[in-house]
Every structure is written in structure tokens, then in C-alpha cells.
T-cell receptor, first 111, second 112 residues
Framework: KNEVEQSPQNLTAQEGEFITINCSYSVGISALHWLQQHPGGGIVSLFMLSSGKKKHGRLIATINIQEKHSSLHITASHPRDSAVYICAASSSGAGSYQLTFGKGTKLSVIP | DAGVTQSPTHLIKTRGQHVTLRCSPISGHKSVSWYQQVLGQGPQFIFQYYEKEERGRGNFPDRFSARQFPNYSSELNVNALLLGDSALYLC???????????FGSGTRLTVV
């Protein structure tokens, strides 16, 4: 069982819809990352958060540490938002650091 | 300022060969980490280096090794290549372990 679980695996939305992608983790974390990956492989870091909520443009990320759950929201979705969205948990223990990734959510926004 | 640069961008190797992948971090970033992404899957953590010391190792065989140089650039080496090593290899840099990551565009390795 992956320590970071994402849902849904695939998501198709109409342009303008409000989108939510969920991430649950079972490991102790120092931070939770939301990443965007476009076809061809390039990964862009969207958010790093360890508590509360962050907003950047139409993107909002929230995290509930007690419930070990994070969500990525996209308001007024647009076809250019089509990509794979990945959550990743960074953990540290005994001076060792690593990122554990979810399998990603493939988002397609239809005009 | 240049982002994280990886070389080569694409590579084809034969089973049993050895490969070296290279990563140059953003200037001022002292941490470099490596990930393997098989088609259709999320990335898997391979190594993290910080201040030239290994600070994390994922569940990969000893055929995988890495190092970080005094200028903070890094190499990932894979020996005795297997077909299953075919993947996108991603490098990410950060100022330190508790900061956000900036990813390179990756090296796509095909083993035939």
C-alpha cells in the first residue's frame, strides 16, 4: 500500500468547473507538496505546505495535519489546467530526508 | 537565473551497460535529490544529497549510486542496466531539506 494516496486517479471536467483533488498520507511529514506535471515530463512545484491553506491565483491548497489529508482546488478551471497533479509528502527522520509521491491525478478540462 | 539542468535529455542503452546521469542545481541550492518515474506511475525517490552527504536513500538496489560534488552538482550512476530501468529520471534541487523543490526536465532512459 502506497503511503500517499490520491483520488481520483482520473478526472474530466468542463471548463469553468470547480475541481478538487484529494491526498491522504500515512507517514509523518514535515511538509506536503503539490506538483503539476505536463506531458513530456516537466514537473512544476505548485505548493509546499505544513499547515492551513495557501492560495496562488486560481489554485488553493489545504492541509489537515490531524486527519493527514490535503486537498488541491482549482477554481474556474481552464483547458490549460489539463495535466497530472501529484501530491508528495516530505519526511525526515534521524537526519534522513525523502519525498514520497502519490500516483497522480490526471486532469482533463474540456472546453 | 538558470533552472535545474539535467543531461542528457534522452539516452538509449543496452542491457548490462552502465549509465551516468548528471544534474546541475539552481545556484545557491545545496540539496539535490533523484527520482525514477516509470511510465504511468508517480515518481519514486532514489537519493537525496545535502551538503555533499547522502541524506536519504530509497528502496533501490545497489546498482544505483550517486554523489554530489563540491559545486553541488550531482551524478546518478546505474550499473548492469535492466530493461526495467527504462524510465524518466528526475533531479530536483532545493536550498535545503525543508524547502520547496525545483525539478529539472528529466533524462529519459531507454534500455533495450
Amino acid at each position: 500500500k502506497n503511503e500517499v494516496e490520491q483520488s481520483p486517479q482520473n478526472l474530466t471536467a468542463q471548463e469553468g468547473e470547480f475541481i478538487t483533488i484529494n491526498c491522504s498520507y500515512s507517514v509523518g511529514i514535515s511538509a506536503l507538496h503539490w506538483l503539476q506535471q505536463h506531458p513530456g515530463g516537466g514537473i512544476v512545484s505548485l505548493f509546499m505546505l505544513s499547515s492551513g491553506k495557501k492560495k496562488h491565483g486560481r489554485l488553493i491548497a489545504t492541509i489537515n495535519i490531524q486527519e493527514k489529508h490535503s486537498s488541491l482546488h482549482i477554481t474556474a478551471s481552464h483547458p490549460r489546467d489539463s495535466a497530472v497533479y501529484i501530491c508528495a509528502a516530505s519526511s525526515s527522520g534521524a537526519g534522513s530526508y525523502q519525498l514520497t509521491f502519490g500516483k497522480g491525478t490526471k486532469l482533463s478540462v474540456i472546453p | 537565473d538558470a533552472g535545474v539542468t539535467q543531461s542528457p535529455t534522452h539516452l538509449i542503452k543496452t542491457r548490462g551497460q552502465h549509465v551516468t546521469l548528471r544534474c546541475s542545481p539552481i545556484s545557491g541550492h545545496k540539496s539535490v535529490s533523484w527520482y525514477q518515474q516509470v511510465l504511468g506511475q508517480g515518481p519514486q525517490f532514489i537519493f537525496q544529497y545535502y551538503e555533499k552527504e547522502e541524506r536519504g536513500r530509497g528502496n533501490f538496489p545497489d546498482r544505483f549510486s550517486a554523489r554530489q560534488f563540491p559545486n553541488y552538482s550531482s551524478e546518478l550512476n546505474v550499473n548492469a542496466l535492466l530493461l526495467g530501468d527504462s524510465a524518466l529520471y528526475l533531479c530536483a534541487s532545493s536550498p535545503g531539506p525543508f524547502y520547496g523543490y525545483t525539478f529539472g526536465s528529466g533524462t529519459r532512459l531507454t534500455v533495450v
